[in-house]
C-alpha cells in the first residue's frame, strides 16, 4: 500500500514538473518570437481566435441541475486567455490557451483544485471552433489521448466537450458536454 501510494505521488509530482514546464514555454514562447510573428498579440489574427469565448457564463449540461459558471478572460498583453471556473460543488479550475508563434499551434493547460492537470500540446481553432488534443495518462497507466472542443454556437453560446481515446484517436468517448449561455448584464 505504500509503495502504491509512493508511486502515485511520483506520478503526479511528475504531472506537476511537466505542468510547470508548460506554463513556461507558453509564458515565453510568444514573447520570444514576437519579433518573429506579424505584431503584437492584441492585433495578431491568430491569437484573436478565442475572443468569442472572452465574457462572464452560465454553464449548463443536459441532464444535470449543477450551478457552474465561468469567466474567460485576457491577460499578459493579449496573449493568454485563461478561463476561470467553478463547477458548483467545490470544484473549481482554471484553463489556460496561448497561441505560439514559433510553432504555428494553440497550447493548453486545465488545473483543478482536485490535483487534476491535463497539458494540451496540439491546438488549432478554425471558423469559431477550437480542438485541443494532449495525452495523458488512465487510471491504470495507460495512454489516454484528450480531446477538447470549444464550438461558438452564436454569440451568446459556446459548446465545450472533452473525449478520451485510448485508442491514439481512432475511436473516441465522451467524458463531458457543456453550454456555456452568456451572462446578461
Known sequence: M?????????????????VLTLLLRIAFVPRASAANGPGTCAANSESRQLDFWVGD??????????NATSTVSLSLDNCVITENWDGGKGQRGENIFAYSYGDQGWRGLFVDNEGRAHA???GKISAGTAEFL????????????????????????????WDKSTDKGA??????????????S
Open 171 to 184: 475511436t473516441w468517448n465522451p467524458v463531458f458536454r457543456l453550454e456555456y449561455s452568456r451572462k446578461k
Open 120 to 122: 494540451f500540446i496540439n
Open 134 to 161: 494532449g495525452p495523458n495518462r488512465g487510471s491504470n497507466g495507460e495512454e489516454v489521448l484528450n480531446r477538447i472542443r470549444v464550438v461558438r454556437l452564436s454569440a451568446d453560446k459556446v459548446e465545450q466537450t
Open 57 to 66: 457564463w452560465t454553464i449548463s449540461s443536459a441532464g444535470s441541475s449543477f
Open 2 to 18: 505504500a509503495k502504491q501510494i509512493l508511486v502515485q505521488s511520483l506520478q503526479a509530482f511528475r504531472k506537476v514538473l511537466s
